[in-house]
């Protein structure tokens, strides 16, 4: 049942991905050189829609957090630096 | 209704419009199925596989990352992510933009010329190196930066700043005058 849900959701994550256009090497590699800011227009939408989302549920008792991401100050900063180089030559 | 249909079919949505999907079903996934989006890791269960199915056992067992971290398994997020390919596909189909292409973009083209070799060696190497830096940071854009960012991980936030930096770097110097 629960990976029936993960399907579905799969689906509408993809379709979402593609109808902004980051499936396109030219709006992942733009964002980097500020001539198109499309992807972080979504990233940051999407953010704030699920942050406000997630605590408004959570205040209101629906549901309680999964773990967070744990935090190695060093290891996420280098894993984003190293991310980053990937990112911008392969442009996905 | 007819407006509706026909902003699906659109080939690009305001990037505002489906930053909202996608925030909505963050929520969900965490809500009706108590866990995180995310893309990277999947391919790291995958990888498990192969690893395993390359190595002999008494070598496999030594290895930590695959037996303690990323197991050889379908989890949720493998099903997830055979989701996220068949939205794509299921997207393009709708904006009638689905065809197979060797040479994927106009904008590569103008600035590294149209060999195939140069594109797809660079996409080959990118990815590993990409995908080397989500292990070691614990996710990916989805994984990390919006589903941890969604609970206000700091990690997250970490995560894409060194992604900024690096990547705005990474493009000037590939670029170079184009930039």
């Keep these: 049942m629960n990976y029936l849900l993960a399907g579905v959701l799969g689906i509408f994550f993809g379709f979402s991905l593609n109808k902004a256009g980051l ?11 500020f001539t198109d800011l499309a992807v972080l227009k979504f990233m940051m939408t999407a953010l704030v829609v699920s942050m406000s989302g997630l605590y408004i549920l959570r205040g209101l008792g629906l549901i ?24 911008a030559l392969a442009g996905y | ?17 489906a930053g909202i999907l996608l925030g909505i079903v963050g929520v969900l996934a965490v809500w009706v199925s108590d866990s995180l989006l995310g893309a990277s890791g999947a391919f790291q269960n995958f990888a498990g596989y192969v690893v ?15 037996n303690f971290i990323m197991r050889p398994e379908i989890t949720w997020g493998v099903v997830l992510l055979i989701g996220i390919m068949i939205g ?18 106009e904008q590569w083209k ?24 989500a292990g070691i940071a614990g996710g990916c854009t989805s994984g990390l930066a919006i589903s ?24 000037l110097i590939i670029y170079r005058k184009n930039y």
């Design chain 2, 1 to 17: 209704m007819k407006f509706i249909m026909n902003y699906i079919r659109r080939e690009e949505w305001s990037p505002y419009i």
């Design chain 1, 23 to 33: 499936t396109k090497y030219h709006k992942i590699i733009n964002v980097f050189r």
């Design chain 1, 64 to 87: 309680t957090f999964p773990n967070i991401p744990a935090t190695y100050i060093v290891g996420n900063l280098v894993g984003g630096l190293i991310f980053g180089i990937g990112m």
């Design chain 2, 52 to 66: 395993r199915a390359l190595t002999p056992p008494e070598v496999f067992a030594k290895n930590v990352y695959f």
């Design chain 2, 88 to 105: 794509g596909f299921l997207g393009a189909l709708s904006s009638q933009t689905f065809r197979f292409r060797a040479q994927d973009d």
């Design chain 2, 148 to 171: 941890g960012g969604m609970l206000l991980a700091p990690a997250a936030f970490l995560f894409i700043g060194g992604m900024f930096m690096s990547g705005i770097l990474t493009a």
């Design chain 2, 110 to 133: 103008k600035v590294f010329g149209s060999q195939l070799w140069k594109r797809w060696g660079l996409l080959f190497v990118g990815a590993i190196i990409l995908e080397y830096g």
